[in-house]
């Protein structure tokens, strides 16, 4: 049995800003990390395109437009104090028909009311901005958006925790959270932990974790894995910064787009398929337990009858390299199969209500010694730092 004072549930870039967040506001308090992996970062934060988010997508005074906003000043802050590469390269948001421009100017107004620097330019203007766009009529220039690599954050994370005298538990993952009065025990398969605080950072199992420490979780996580495709180097003229479609207003994907990467290269993607396990990377992962979980929970039920013909299409991308290179050639018509090759999927974990609503909002939930992070999707890397805060002035009311 170790002791601690706070346990942080989670080795992904939102657990790991939660620990440091604790560790610079309450320096004598004992923090422990739990991560069931043996690295850090190994799933949402380490599989994701590296993009430093503006915020132009969410809703204004919603929790994702606050933390994007906030988080990512604080991620640009942070990466220039620790020597970690960051670059303001710009996003163009494309419209390829002219029944996207309603959607376009409700993007452009919520990013003016967020304070994004973002401005409607034409076909002569985008072409300057991206030459190989030639299908675009009408563009949204987002010149702040950037890339970073999260893992390199996540690496300077965990070394300023341990510096400080903090534990980072890998191959830990919890299988039983008991309360008594005055504590908390985690059970783990690296051994108990007692705390008398816990933050639950799990990511693709944080409603899991939930139940484990609540009873109950308001909402079930449902993997969706969006796949992935690099350009090969004769290709990376295509896209010089970030392209992107104009987003369906009523899902909450934004669409296969092109990003450039800050280590070099151009990352086309995602789709958005339903996984058949948590960490079903592969279309040949399968987890009963988990897939049967998603097929009978109600709410899923009722979001399948309202979008099941988009998500034949995303499943048909998924299965058909040519229907994944016709999207991409909605923005870039010279992009052919043979300029793609096959990239690492990452897992998208979107917390779906009993309803069929979908959470479109960051969502914590807390207790006296608990607090949940329960749904921290995109674009929960760039706003991770604001988040930890936020996290933090829960814990701070029942210290």
């Known amino acids: 049995m170790t002791s601690t004072d706070i346990i942080v549930i989670g080795g992904g870039i939102v657990g790991l800003a939660t620990a440091r967040a604790v560790c610079q506001r309450y320096p ?82 919520r990013g003016q009311a967020n304070g994004v620097a973002c401005e409607m330019i034409d076909k002569e203007r985008l072409l300057e901005l991206e030459p190989h766009v030639l299908n675009g009529i009408r563009a949204i220039h987002v010149p702040e958006a950037g890339i970073v690599n999260y893992v390199q954050v996540c690496e300077r994370l965990a070394e300023l925790l341990r510096e400080a005298g903090h534990s980072i538990v890998t191959s830990a993952e919890v299988t039983e959270i008991i309360e008594r009065p005055g504590e908390l025990t985690v059970v783990t398969t690296a051994g108990d932990y007692t705390a008398g605080y816990l933050v639950n950072c799990a990511g693709l199992h944080s409603d899991h974790v939930t139940r484990m420490a609540t009873g109950e979780a308001p909402a079930l996580i449902v993997p969706f894995r969006g796949e992935y495709f690099e350009l090969k180097p004769e290709a990376w003229q295509f896209c010089n910064a970030l392209i992107y479609p104009v987003p369906d207003p009523g899902f909450p994907f934004l669409g296969v787009h092109f990003t450039r990467m800050i280590g070099g290269g151009v990352e086309c993607g995602p789709n958005a398929v339903l996984a058949f396990a948590r960490e079903g990377y592969h279309l040949t992962d399968f987890n009963g337990k988990e897939f049967w979980e998603v097929l009978s929970y109600p709410g899923f039920r009722k979001l399948a009858g309202r979008y099941w013909k988009m998500g034949l299409g995303e499943m048909w991308r998924s299965a ?52 949940n992070v329960i749904n921290a999707p995109s674009p929960a890397a760039t706003s991770a730092l604001s988040v930890a805060e936020s996290v933090v002035d829960k814990l701070e009311v029942h210290f």
């Open 28 to 109: 004598d308090r004992r923090i422990t990390v739990l991560e069931k992996e043996a690295t850090l970062a190994f799933h949402q934060t380490g599989r994701n395109s590296g993009v430093l988010h503006s915020g132009i997508y969410y809703k204004p005074g919603s929790l994702k437009a606050i933390n994007c906003r906030t988080g990512k000043r604080m991620m640009e802050d942070f990466c220039e104090q620790n020597g970690i590469a960051y670059k303001l390269v710009g996003k163009v948001i494309v419209a390829t028909d002219e029944k996207e421009f309603p959607a376009m100017n409700t993007l452009l107004e």
């Open 320 to 371: 058909n390299k040519g229907a994944f290179v016709r999207a991409l050639q909605r923005l870039v018509p010279e992009i052919r199969e043979e300029h793609l090759e096959e990239a690492p999927a990452g897992i998208r974990a979107q917390a779906l209500a009993p309803d069929g609503a979908l959470l479109d909002d960051f969502a914590i939930q807390e207790t006296q010694r608990i607090v």
